[in-house]
């Protein structure tokens, strides 16, 4: 079994900063693409950033200059730094990370429970 546990949401004045952060365990053999979406309500889930094992990144148009995405391959962790937050960034954040659970296993994609970010004065 694979978890991605979040941690870093909460309530932020529009312009403040907040730091996701979201890290894999459990059997893990190699983790590959990971990344975060988001979901406010009433809309679909979309992709925020997503980071490969390699550090390559790839940003919505909506978060790019604001969003910084990073990854620590040594503790399977992926972070979310949220700089200059206005309200349309309000949503449940989820992580996602592809995973090999194991060495005769295949690739597939594992989702976190979510962080609810809220940016409102």
């Known amino acids: 079994q694979v978890q991605l546990v979040e941690s870093g949401g909460g309530l932020v004045q529009p312009g403040g900063s907040l730091r996701l952060s979201c890290a894999a365990s459990g059997s893990i053999f190699s983790v590959h693409d990971m990344g975060w979406y988001r979901q406010a309500p009433g809309k679909q889930r979309e992709l925020v950033a997503l980071i490969t094992n390699l550090g390559r990144t790839n940003y919505a148009d909506s978060v790019k200059g604001r969003f910084t995405i990073s990854r620590d391959n040594t503790k399977n962790t992926v972070y979310l730094q949220m700089n200059s937050l206005k309200p349309e960034d309000t949503a449940v954040y989820y992580c996602?990370?592809?995973?090999?659970?194991?060495?005769?296993?295949?690739?597939?994609?594992?989702w976190g429970q979510g962080t609810q970010v809220t940016v409102s004065s």
């Open positions: 996602n990370a592809d995973v090999v659970p194991g060495v005769l296993s295949f690739l597939r994609g594992y």
